[in-house]
């Protein structure tokens, strides 16, 4: 055997680095899936409530501190909102819910009136978001 010639070594893929990867990446996807919440209408203070349940909806109508109204966070004025609801309403294959998004500081006669533009559309389920006491924020 000449010196200069090494006994050839068979080819490997080394699969550990790529490995390592995939797990840093599916631990990048787990964490940040953990912090992906469902944005429902814009952040208010929601008023607590014992009895509450999780719904799920298309549209929901906002009502800030300031008493300012947004429909799936876009901002809309008092008149433009029963057209808006219905339009959206008249998208969906079953009866839409409508779910009411009050800040706890907002005035009360505001709910009320939002709610009783939403109650007299056709084809429409009305529900008011609140959180109950074991939620924090």
């Known amino acids: 055997m000449n010196p200069q010639e090494e006994p050839e070594q068979p080819l490997q893929i080394?699969?550990?680095?790529?490995?390592?990867?995939?797990?840093?990446?599916?631990?990048?996807?787990?964490?940040?899936?953990?912090?992906?919440?469902?944005?429902?209408?814009?952040?208010?203070?929601?008023?607590?409530?014992?009895?509450?349940?999780s719904q799920?909806?298309?549209?929901?109508?906002?009502?800030?501190?300031?008493?300012?109204?947004?429909?799936?966070?876009?901002a809309i004025a008092l008149g433009e909102l029963e057209?808006?609801?219905q339009t959206l309403a008249?998208?969906?294959?079953?009866?839409?819910?409508?779910?009411i998004n009050a800040d706890e500081q907002v005035n009360h006669g505001r709910?009320?009136?939002?709610m009783d533009l939403v109650r007299n559309l056709e084809g429409v389920k009305l529900a008011v978001r609140t959180k109950s006491p074991d939620e924090e924020g």
């Open 83 to 85: 057209d808006s609801i």
């Open 90 to 99: 008249d998208r969906t294959e079953q009866k839409a819910l409508v779910v």
């Open 14 to 53: 080394n699969i550990v680095p790529m490995i390592d990867v995939i797990f840093a990446i599916l631990a990048f996807f787990i964490i940040s899936t953990l912090y992906l919440t469902r944005a429902e209408g814009l952040p208010v203070s929601l008023p607590k409530a014992k009895t509450s349940e």
């Open 56 to 74: 799920t909806s298309k549209i929901v109508v906002t009502i800030n501190a300031e008493g300012e109204l947004a429909i799936n966070q876009q």
């Open 111 to 114: 709910v009320v009136e939002v």
